[in-house]
C-alpha cells in the first residue's frame, strides 16, 4: 500500500512512522510519502525518522517530495494535516480574539473559523487533486477545523472522506479504565457519543449491558482518576448527567478559560510556533535528531490545555506517551483496506445509520443528514457507517445546531466567496454572539491574513 501525507513535514508526522514500524499496523504499508511545499520541513522530519531506534518490524520506504502530483499518483490512502500560515498563523487566530476580550483558542470559536477559512481552500485544492491523480483513494482528514473541514470535502469526496480526531476516543478509554472496564481497542461496545469535533459528549458506557456512567460521575476518587474529572470537577458531571469533551471547557468555562490564557506569559500558538522555530533548523542536522524531536515532543504535550489545568497540576503519563490520532488514523486505514472492522469515533455524514435501519435515519436526531458528526462508527472496506445515538437533550442539541450553522457558514463563505457568510459564522459564533464582533474578527483576521481577501467574490470552481 502507498499512504501519501499532506503536510509531510508536520511534527507529529514520526509518531505515523513509528505506529508503522511495529506492533498491529507493522507491515500495513510499503511506501510512505511525505508531501510538504517546506521543503526544510520534510528535511528536517526525514532526519527524525532516520535517526528512530529500530523497531524490529518491517518498515516502509520512505519518500519525500514537494510536488504534489508525484506525491499523489499511485496512492491508495491520504492522510492530510495541513496549517496554512503555519504556527505563526495560529499566533494570529489565537490574538486577534484575545485583542478583542475573546477566547483566543485554536479550533474554538474565532480562531477556530480563522483557521478555517485559511485550511478549507487548501484542502479542496487537494480533493481536486486527488480526483485527477489518485480518484480511488481515501482521504483520512485530520487538518482542524477536523468537522468543518470534512463536511466542506464531502461535495467533492463523497464518503471517500472521512475526519479523525482523538480526543473523543481519548474520553472514552480514560472514562473506561476508570471504571475498571476497560476496552478492547477498535471497539465501542455500549458506548453512547454524540455531538461536533470538539463539542460531544459520553452520555453511556454500557461495555457488558449496565450502565456504569452514572457509577463513575457518583464516584469522586474514579473522577479525579482521569482529566476530564479534574476539568469540569463532579458538581458540574453530576449536573450534566454525562462526560464532555475536553474542549467543552472552553464553553463552560470560557472567562475562565479566556482570563487563564491571558495571564500566560505567551499563547500556545506563540509557545509553539518559538519552539519550532528553533528546532527544525536543528533537527536536519543534529546527531541524535530523534532525542531532540521526542524531547520537544513531550514538551508540547505537557503544554495542552495548561490553561485548564491548576497549578502543578502534571498530565497523565499516558497522554504523554504520544499513540492518539495516528493510532486512529491507521485503524481507520486497516479497516478500510480490509484488515477486520472496527469501531472509532469518526467524524462522518449524519446519515445513513447502522446496519438495518431505514435510510432516512441519521446518527444524531435533530441535525441535518448531511451534516457531518462525531459518532461512533462501523468502519469497514466499504466506508465509515455512523451508528444511531440517542437524541440529545435540548442543552446538547441547542449547541450543537448553534455550532452547526456557524460551520455552515464558515463553509458558505469559502465555496461561495461570500464576505458577509464569513461575517455572520463569526456573529452567530455562541462565544462571540456581536454582529459588531463579526465584523471586527473578520476585519482584523483579514489584516493578518491579506489572502482571506482573495476569497470574496470567487466560488470553489474559480480556485
Given at each position: 500500500m502507498r499512504l501519501m501525507i499532506a503536510g509531510g513535514g508536520g511534527f507529529r508526522v514520526p509518531l505515523v512512522y513509528r505506529a508503522?514500524?511495529?506492533?498491529?499496523?507493522?507491515?500495513?504499508?510499503?511506501?510512505?510519502?511525505?508531501?510538504?511545499?517546506?521543503?526544510?520541513?520534510?528535511?528536517a522530519i526525514e532526519a527524525v525518522i532516520g535517526d528512530m531506534p529500530p523497531a524490529g518490524?518491517?518498515?516502509?520506504?520512505?519518500?519525500?517530495?514537494?510536488?504534489?502530483?508525484?506525491?499523489?499518483?499511485?496512492?491508495d490512502m491520504v492522510f492530510a494535516a495541513i496549517r496554512p500560515g503555519g504556527t505563526a498563523g495560529r499566533?494570529?487566530?489565537?490574538?486577534?480574539?484575545?485583542?478583542?476580550?475573546?477566547?483566543?483558542?485554536?479550533?474554538?470559536?474565532?480562531?477556530?473559523?480563522?483557521?478555517?477559512?485559511?485550511?478549507?481552500?487548501?484542502?479542496?485544492?487537494?480533493?481536486?487533486?486527488?480526483?485527477?491523480?489518485?480518484?480511488?483513494?481515501?482521504?483520512i482528514n485530520f487538518t482542524n477545523p477536523a468537522g468543518m473541514v470534512?463536511?466542506?470535502?464531502?461535495?467533492?469526496?463523497?464518503?471517500k472522506v472521512i475526519g479523525i480526531c482523538?480526543?473523543?476516543?481519548?474520553l472514552v478509554q480514560r472514562a473506561a479504565r476508570a471504571v475498571g472496564a476497560p476496552l478492547t481497542e477498535g471497539t465501542l461496545d455500549g458506548v453512547g457519543?454524540?455531538?461536533?469535533?470538539?463539542?460531544?459528549?459520553?452520555?453511556?458506557?454500557?461495555?457488558?449491558?449496565?450502565?456504569?456512567?452514572?457509577?463513575?460521575?457518583?464516584?469522586?476518587?474514579?473522577?479525579?482518576?482521569?482529566?476530564?474529572?479534574?476539568?469540569?470537577g463532579q458538581h458540574t458531571l453530576l449536573q450534566l448527567g454525562c462526560l464532555p469533551n475536553e474542549y467543552l471547557y472552553y464553553y463552560y468555562q470560557t472567562a475562565h478559560a479566556t482570563d487563564?490564557?491571558?495571564?500566560?506569559?505567551?499563547?500556545?500558538?506563540?509557545?509553539?510556533?518559538?519552539?519550532?522555530?528553533?528546532?527544525?533548523?536543528?533537527l536536519a542536522k543534529a546527531p541524535h535528531a530523534f532525542e531532540l524531536w521526542d524531547s520537544a515532543r513531550r514538551s508540547r504535550e505537557e503544554g495542552y490545555l495548561a490553561e485548564a489545568r491548576t497549578q502543578g497540576e502534571q498530565r497523565d503519563e499516558s497522554d504523554l506517551a504520544g499513540g492518539g490520532y495516528e493510532r486512529v488514523a491507521l485503524s481507520v486505514m486497516r479497516a478500510l483496506s480490509g484488515g477486520g472492522s472496527a469501531q472509532l469515533i469518526l467524524n462522518v455524514p449524519n446519515s445513513p445509520v447502522s446496519l438495518a435501519g431505514p435510510a432516512a435515519e441519521v446518527a444524531v436526531p435533530g441535525l441535518p443528514a448531511d451534516a457531518?458528526?462525531?459518532?461512533?462508527?462501523?468502519?469497514?472496506?466499504?466506508?465509515?457507517?455512523?451508528?444511531?445515538?440517542?437524541?440529545?437533550?435540548?442543552?446538547?442539541?441547542?449547541?450543537?445546531?448553534h455550532v452547526k450553522e456557524v460551520e455552515r457558514l464558515t463553509i458558505r463563505a469559502v465555496v461561495h466567496g461570500e464576505r458577509s457568510a464569513a461575517v455572520g459564522a463569526f456573529a452567530a459564533h455562541p462565544l462571540i454572539g456581536s454582529a459588531e464582533l463579526g465584523e471586527q474578527l473578520l476585519t482584523g483576521y483579514e489584516a493578518a491574513f491579506p489572502d482571506l481577501g482573495q476569497l470574496w467574490g470567487t466560488t470553489a470552481s474559480d480556485t
Open positions: 508503522l514500524c511495529a506492533g498491529p499496523f507493522a507491515g500495513l504499508v510499503d511506501e510512505l510519502v511525505l508531501y510538504d511545499v517546506d521543503a526544510e520541513r520534510l528535511a518490524g518491517s518498515t516502509p520506504v520512505v519518500v519525500v517530495s514537494t510536488d504534489l502530483r508525484e506525491a499523489l499518483t499511485g496512492a499566533i494570529a487566530d489565537e490574538r486577534v480574539a484575545l485583542d478583542l476580550g475573546l477566547l483566543g483558542q485554536e479550533t474554538t470559536g474565532a480562531g477556530g473559523i480563522s483557521y478555517a477559512l485559511r485550511s478549507i481552500p487548501r484542502m479542496l485544492e487537494l480533493a481536486q487533486a486527488m480526483r485527477r491523480h489518485c480518484p480511488g483513494a481515501w482521504l470534512t463536511e466542506a470535502l464531502e461535495p467533492l469526496l463523497g464518503r482523538d480526543s473523543a476516543g481519548g457519543y454524540f455531538g461536533l469535533n470538539h463539542l460531544g459528549w459520553l452520555y453511556r458506557l454500557a461495555p457488558g449491558g449496565q450502565d456504569l456512567l452514572p457509577g463513575l460521575l457518583s464516584d469522586h476518587a474514579a473522577l479525579e482518576s482521569m482529566e476530564e474529572g479534574r476539568l469540569f487563564a490564557i491571558r495571564r500566560q506569559q505567551e499563547t500556545r500558538g506563540a509557545s509553539i510556533h518559538h519552539q519550532q522555530s528553533a528546532l527544525y533548523p536543528a457531518v458528526v462525531e459518532v461512533p462508527c462501523e468502519v469497514t472496506p466499504d466506508g465509515a457507517l455512523p451508528l444511531a445515538q440517542a437524541r440529545p437533550g435540548g442543552q446538547f442539541l441547542t449547541l450543537m445546531q
